[in-house]
């Protein structure tokens, strides 16, 4: 080890966006010696809806609210931006607009407060066992160590495939964002998404404080998504500009099987993991969900009350995985025949509830699976 280097601390984590932020939280609390190394200095925006339901605060002991811009209490759906379905979603605020630069830095403030060590501008190159600890170089030469290590930087993260954990084979989605300055016509508290312009995908629009996020992503084909046709389309019919707005390119890995997610020491968790859903391009509450649930089996291996991190991939694949397998053979249906699915499944009265039980968690896929599936096939035949 470098005369640079760190002493030895008990947890890595490197990437501090939704979950490595929400991984330090957990475990700097338990009073754990982490340390978050994040590439970016935090300025930049985040290519990402935003959108994530309000029940996700239960995982949390502290008020996520200074991070939420808007509360969604009704959703649009349109085809082809016509034939609307206006939803009001159930229950009491039962999704929550975030700007994804807020939200990463209220988790890292909270877990700096529990005494977690979090370095920016650490462009990590070079991950590796040394001993019985992992050591983890930067770009520029800097070093760390530590008894475990979570693996939370994103769709692009090499580390998982060379760790040998997590899927071989990584699906993508083609994901193109753009951040708005004021909401055009889209009302408070209302989210919209467009079925008919994008081939095996959507587009969707969420409120911010005095602006919009709009996004389009293309699935489950391997044609190259042309964004700004949609957007040309699309940004007038919200009441903004056709050439409105910066562009960010992203390929989001979505979640494609189940698969082992921890090694010895080592967790992947949120994007790096593959666990974006499928269908509904959800990555928020999972990447949560995922740090939330890897803080808790790392505390448990770090105080010797178990030998292995085996229960965390156990308890992802019973909490989201179960799910996520039917969720993407909806998505293969539905995204093949998506006139029909529009026709069959968002225009039925009971979706835009059955949606918002889905993205709460009160409910899964495997709930509605077979029953949407088989009217899909039934009408297409």
């Not at 601390?9 to 929400?22: F, K, M, N, R, Y």
């Not at 509360?71 to 975030?98: H, M, N």
């Not at 590796?128 to 170089?137: I, P, S």
């Not at 039980?357 to 599936?373: C, F, K, P, T």
Request: proline share 5%.
């Amino acid at each position: 080890m470098s005369d640079n280097a760190d002493p030895i601390h008990d947890v890595l984590v490197i990437g501090s966006g939704a979950a490595g932020g929400a991984a330090a939280v957990h475990l700097s609390a338990a009073h754990h010696d982490v340390c978050l190394l994040e590439r970016s200095d935090g300025k930049s925006l985040k290519p990402c809806g935003g959108g994530m339901a309000a029940a996700v605060q239960h995982w949390f002991p502290f008020s996520l609210e200074p991070a939420v811009e808007q509360v969604v209490r009704r959703v649009d759906f349109s085809w082809c931006l016509q034939d609307p379905v206006v939803a009001e979603l159930p229950g009491d605020a039962p999704f929550w607009i975030v700007r994804r630069e807020r939200l990463d830095q209220l988790l890292a403030e909270e877990a700096t407060n529990h005494g977690a060590v979090h370095q920016t501008g650490v462009d990590v190159t070079h991950v590796e066992r040394h001993g019985a600890d992992w050591q983890v170089t930067a770009k520029d030469g800097r070093q760390w160590r530590a008894r475990a290590l979570v693996i939370a930087d994103g769709s692009g993260s090499p580390w998982p495939q060379r760790l040998g954990i997590g899927p071989r084979g990584v699906n993508h989605a083609s994901t193109v964002s753009v951040r708005l300055e004021g909401q055009g016509s889209l009302d408070d508290g209302s989210a919209r998404f467009e079925f008919g312009l994008v081939p095996q995908g959507f587009a969707w629009a969420f409120p911010l404080a005095g602006g919009v996020n709009v996004g389009v992503g293309s699935f489950i084909g391997r044609d190259e998504l042309d964004s700004n046709a949609v957007l040309r389309q699309l940004l007038p019919d919200l009441g903004f500009a056709e050439d409105a707005g910066e562009r960010q390119h992203r390929r989001l890995r979505i979640w494609n099987g189940h698969h082992c997610l921890h090694g010895d020491g080592v967790l992947v968790v949120g994007d790096a993991a593959s666990l974006c859903d499928p269908f509904l391009a959800e990555g928020l509450r999972p990447a949560l969900m995922s740090g939330c649930e890897a803080a808790v089996h790392l505390s448990r291996w770090l105080r010797g009350e178990q030998t292995s991190l085996r229960s965390y991939s156990s308890a992802m694949r019973e909490r989201w995985g179960e799910s996520m397998a039917w969720g993407r053979r909806i998505a293969q249906v539905f995204y093949r025949f998506p006139g029909v699915g529009y026709q069959l499944g968002i225009k039925r009265p009971t979706a835009p509830r059955r949606i918002a039980q889905i993205l709460s968690g009160e409910m899964g896929y495997g709930d509605i699976a077979q029953r949407v599936i088989k009217r899909l096939l039934l009408q297409r035949g």
